[in-house]
């Protein structure tokens, strides 16, 4: 069954340095998403990415974060300089087509990265 | 702001009982809404879907409910396996053309065998 797959599982950094978290979606899907989980917290939506730009974000979505799709395979999210608050799950997802409805057009998530900011 | 609450927090209960987690959301104006499971180590894994316009989805022993007006929603769970032990996660796509999900805080389901 397809998957998405994220790299890495899990990464260490110093607070202020900058961190790139990678995700391969699904191959044949359109719509890219990335949320984040705060531990003991809700998932929480961060941005959404669609023909090579980002179609919606949130307002925890702020300057220090981007996202880009640097080879048509992987989508990636760009942390530019590291919070404490920034140390949560960050799980990539996608999607063949936006609304996601039932049965062939699920919205598939990865299994997380998780983020450990020093 | 749309916000998610699920309850209860936690339950334990032994294998073999039917059992029923609960959604609650302020906005009643959805487009669907989702139940996910998540599993240590693992990302989410949709369970069922209901869009707005429909009442209840099965899925095995699974079995949501919407009540969109008065915005709940319950997941049935019949016959409680073992393999069933994880936090569940409600989430909803609110109308207006939102992209993102709003999910609940989760109920983490352990069965006893």
């Known amino acids: 069954e397809p998957e998405v797959t994220q790299t890495p599982s899990h990464q260490v950094t110093q607070m202020g340095q900058e961190v790139i978290l990678r995700c391969v979606p699904i191959s044949n899907h359109l719509y890219f998403y990335w949320y984040r989980q705060i531990l003991g917290q809700k998932v929480e939506f961060l941005v959404s990415f669609y023909n090579n730009e980002i179609s919606e974000k949130s307002e925890i979505f702020d300057d220090q974060f981007s996202v880009e799709r640097p080879d048509g395979s992987n989508f990636t999210l760009k942390i530019r300089s590291t919070k404490l608050e920034d140390s949560a799950m960050y799980f990539c997802a996608s999607s063949r087509f936006r609304d996601t409805t039932s049965g062939a057009n699920v919205l598939t998530f990865g299994a997380g990265s998780r983020l450990t900011v020093l | ?113």
């Open chain 2, 1 to 113: 702001k749309q916000e998610v609450t699920q309850i209860p927090a936690a339950l334990s209960v032994p294998e073999g009982e039917n059992l029923v987690l609960n959604c609650s959301f302020t906005d009643s104006a959805i487009y669907n809404l989702q139940w996910f499971r998540q599993d240590p180590g693992k990302g989410l894994t949709s369970l069922l879907l209901i869009q707005s316009s429909q009442r209840e989805q099965t899925s095995g022993r699974l079995n949501a409910s919407l009540d969109k007006s008065s915005g709940r929603s319950t997941l049935y769970i019949a016959a409680s396996q073992p393999g069933d032990s994880a936090t569940y996660l409600c989430a909803v796509k609110t109308g207006g053309g939102a992209d993102g999900l709003t999910f609940g805080k989760g109920t983490h389901l352990i069965i006893q065998p």
